[in-house]
């Protein structure tokens, strides 16, 4: 008894760590994808107020509420300052964190960087997408909500259901077997 009890222990002292760690990085990457859109915008609004990009980000970094994407945010800001290229802050921000959306906006960033054009257009546009995408994701968990509550459904509440209907009429007819 006691073997299996160890191993057990052992088994969940393995797993947990992982476990945890998985749940952690799922719950920063729906952060991000919450904060990543307003960010877009404001860096957009600081853009089109005349601020250069460095400027911009630096303030919406310094204005933004605690979190995973604002320290992620601030180390590409560390990394900038000692002298790197703003291209490869954000590469190494994209390496770090691997998320479609965040991979998406560093890209059109890069490439904004290397042909040039209005990259007030390209922040807004980003921000509509990570917007729409945002709304899909939400939109496909109510589509799968009636699916996952067809178990509780079928046997918690539909039994209990039936009993407390059927257990008068089954007290009435008991004379009549």
Request: include cysteine; hydrophobic fraction near 50%; aromatic fraction near 12%.
């Amino acid at each position: 008894a006691y073997a299996l009890l160890w191993g057990a222990m052992v088994i969940f002292a393995f797993f947990y760590p992982l476990v945890r760690l998985r749940r952690v990085r799922r719950k920063q990457d729906e952060q991000i994808r919450k904060d990543l859109p307003f960010t877009l915008d404001l860096l957009s609004l600081s853009l089109e107020g005349g601020m250069s990009f460095y400027t911009a980000f630096l303030l919406r970094v310094r204005l933004m509420p605690d979190g995973f994407l604002r320290k992620q945010l601030q180390y590409v800001i560390d990394d900038i300052r000692p002298g790197h290229r703003q291209e490869q802050a954000f590469r190494q921000l994209s390496q770090r964190i691997q998320l479609t959306e965040l991979d998406a906006f560093i890209s059109a960033l890069l490439q904004n960087a290397e042909l040039g054009g209005s990259l007030c257009a390209i922040l807004r546009q980003q921000a509509q997408l990570r917007r729409q995408e945002r709304f899909l994701r939400a939109e496909k968990k109510a589509l799968e909500a009636p699916v996952k509550m067809i178990f509780p459904l079928v046997f918690c509440i539909f039994p209990c259901t039936f009993i407390v209907i059927g257990y008068p009429l089954f007290i009435q007819l008991v004379p009549y077997l």
